[in-house]
């Protein structure tokens, strides 16, 4: 083989490697560029974008979690403070980070989890910049704003969005939209009044339409004991003359006592004399609640469903 022959040769197989080479960078990039595919999910403390299917994500919202939990998602890290017992199994799980409570993160351990979403709660507003300086923040539509089906669907939406489970959420929708409408059907029928109250140390606070349990009336139809009460989140402070006058038919009870100071709930106290001169007493008609899924969450897909039975079962 002369020189020539040897060059052009030795140059045809440096131009064929340099082709495979591009190819293969091509390849490489066009994989890593369907994996970053990005959302822009906007809520009520701003707007971002949100990478798909992000594969480690901090999740400080109990109502949050058992979205996650419905569509078969694991987060990395979660506060393990105050876990409902149904999600029982996050709190024993070794391999998931534990970042405090819904009320008090721990922000070192957030960032050591390496998060590549961090769905917040509304308990915690006043972290939302230290958190967003971490990673790619949702901050849930809060479900106590007078439309809760409204603001939980598009809870479920934005999920929905990010994880590719549309099929998944809109079967929970169906679901949930379905019970909701047979309670409402019983309750457009009857005439009772109820009242809601948080009880919390001796002390109750009563809850009307718009307000975070505002699903008994706004989204179910139970006509109000006490109309025009305030939507605070904290409700309001009320005392067991205001009960005894109001004089509802139907009493529903939420004992914050039971969940957070872990207290066994005592009905002597809740039922005094004041309370027992109401309709609702006469009748056998006060209902406790289920504090986990009412207080601790209360607008995710598990606690939403429990939150309708319990209501149902007075009507």
């Not at 948080?198 to 009336?217: D, E, T």
Request: charged share 25%.
């Amino acid at each position: 083989m002369n020189k020539n022959s040897l060059f052009v040769g030795l140059t045809m197989l440096l131009a064929f490697m340099m082709f495979l080479s591009a190819c293969g960078g091509n390849q490489k990039k066009s994989r890593a560029g369907e994996g970053n595919e990005t959302v822009t999910i906007t809520h009520t403390l701003g707007a971002g974008e949100v990478t798909k299917n992000p594969k480690r994500v901090v999740v400080l919202d109990f109502s949050a979690l058992e979205n996650l939990d419905y569509l078969g998602i694991k987060p990395v890290a979660v506060p393990k403070t105050s876990m409902p017992s149904h999600l029982r199994k996050y709190k024993d799980d070794a391999s998931i980070v534990d970042v405090g409570s819904v009320v008090e993160v721990n922000l070192e351990k957030i960032n050591e989890a390496r998060p590549d979403l961090i769905i917040m709660g509304n308990r915690l507003v006043d972290f939302y910049d230290q958190l967003a300086a971490i990673a790619p923040v949702i901050y849930p539509t809060v479900v106590d704003a007078g439309d809760f089906m409204h603001a939980f669907e598009k809870n479920l939406d934005d999920l929905a969005l990010l994880f590719d489970k549309q099929a998944e959420v809109e079967k929970a929708k169906a679901d949930i939209r379905s019970k909701a409408e047979k309670v409402k059907m019983r309750t457009a029928a009857s005439e009772q009044k109820a009242l809601i109250l948080l009880h919390n140390r001796g002390r109750f606070s009563a809850y009307g339409s718009g307000s975070r349990f505002g699903i008994v009336h706004d989204m179910l139809g139970v006509k109000e004991a006490a109309v025009g009460l305030d939507t605070h989140r904290h409700g309001n402070p009320v005392s067991s003359e205001f009960v005894q006058k109001t004089n509802p038919d139907v009493i529903f009870i939420i004992d914050r006592s039971r969940v957070v100071d872990n207290e066994i709930t005592n009905k002597e106290e809740i039922e005094n004399s004041l309370i027992k001169q109401t309709n609702a007493s006469k009748n056998g008609k006060i209902y406790y609640l289920n504090p986990e899924m009412w207080y601790l969450a209360g607008g995710g897909i598990t606690s939403v469903s429990v939150m309708i039975d319990e209501v149902s079962q007075a009507f």
